[in-house]
């Protein structure tokens, strides 16, 4: 349309002048071109409202700018691994649409199951308004199996009405711990490994028991002499403190903030009890062989939200030990 054919249309040549150059500009990040209002009369000029929709237009752009301060992710960038994120003061945060907690100083985590797909996305709101969305790739992992024969087969299948009761008040007591949860980051330290031994079982391997596929592991077992101490990785609150679990025998359950859990099993005694705030480096329990378990070890569990997540990416190698120490686990 000529310059003649837009001012008898009512759009002004400054009008034309911006339009022109959001036409001609190259949009940054942009999914989709954003259509320019045009008119083909006064009234429907004004309808349009055209200072309007160019204010829409650079909000639009906003959504996409990724400043690389604004959000900072660290972490196992795989299935089974924790990411640590840090982004800015009063931020809100969802990852696959779910609300994820945020604190009030912008940390927050996101974790991935072991069979977590190939992508996630995370989406920032900024306190200013602005959003940031950052796709995240999230790699392949392949998991051993193990299998371990010997056991008790009221351990592995055929379970009794007895059994299954207690199975069933047990499931009941974890699911009222994990309704209580803290937001506060707790786990923004460094990990430290509860004990130290020799790795006896790892995270996401599959165990056939007695011939029968099981469910896949979901922590990482370390095989240690009854009564070693356990100490708490990080810390914490404590939300359960159970003596007698069917499957974990001694179970405690460690809150350590935004849906991080840590979960200890098989505990020959328990030093903490429910609402206990606990430091990293104090004693919760010692190494047993109680519940499900063919020798005295610690099994250790992280769980984000409803993903287990493997203990070993966040915690890092197992320090040397000098002596060996008994053989067990789960």
Not at 47 to 67: C, I, L, T
Not at 96 to 123: C, M, N, Q, T, W
Not at 202 to 230: C, K, W, Y
Request: a negative charge; hydrophobic letters at 45%.
């Amino acid at each position: 349309m000529s310059a003649g054919a837009m001012k008898r249309a009512g759009v002004s040549l400054a009008a034309l002048a911006a339009m022109t150059a959001c036409a001609t500009a190259e949009p940054e990040l942009v999914e989709a071109p954003i259509a320019v209002p045009f008119a083909a009369d006064e009234s429907l000029a004004k309808k349009a409202g055209f200072d309007g929709a160019m204010k829409s237009a650079e909000e639009r752009q906003r959504v996409f700018d990724d400043p690389a301060s604004s959000v900072i992710l660290t972490g196992g960038f795989v299935q089974g691994g924790l990411l640590r994120g840090q982004t800015l003061p009063g931020a809100k945060a969802t990852l696959d649409g779910e609300p994820i907690p945020v604190s009030a100083d912008g940390k927050f985590l996101i974790g991935f199951g072991r069979d977590h797909g190939a992508s996630a996305l995370l989406v920032v709101t900024l306190d200013d308004g602005s959003i940031v969305r950052r796709a995240i790739d999230v790699a392949d992992r392949e998991f051993k199996i193990e299998k371990i024969d010997g056991l008790d087969q009221s351990k592995v299948s055929g379970f009794t009405a007895e059994q299954l009761a207690k199975i069933a008040v047990d499931k009941q007591k974890k699911s009222a711990a994990r309704a209580s949860r803290s937001d506060d980051p707790m786990w923004a330290t460094d990990f430290a490994w509860p004990v130290t031994g020799r790795i006896s079982g790892v995270f996401g391997s599959q165990r056939i028991l007695n011939g029968e596929p099981q469910n896949m592991h979901g922590g990482v077992d370390v095989a240690a002499p009854a009564g070693t101490p356990i100490k708490a990785p990080a810390p914490g609150v404590v939300r359960l403190a159970e003596p007698d679990m069917y499957f974990e025998g001694g179970l405690v359950f460690l809150d350590h903030g935004q849906k991080l859990e840590s979960a200890f099993m098989h505990l020959s005694r328990l030093d903490v009890k429910p609402g206990d705030r606990v430091e990293k480096g104090q004693v919760i329990g010692a190494v047993g062989a109680t519940g499900r378990a063919t020798g005295p070890h610690m099994h250790w569990s992280l769980k984000w939200a409803e993903s287990l997540v493997d203990p070993q990416l966040v915690v890092g190698e197992m320090p040397s030990v000098e002596a060996k120490p008994a053989a067990g686990g789960n």
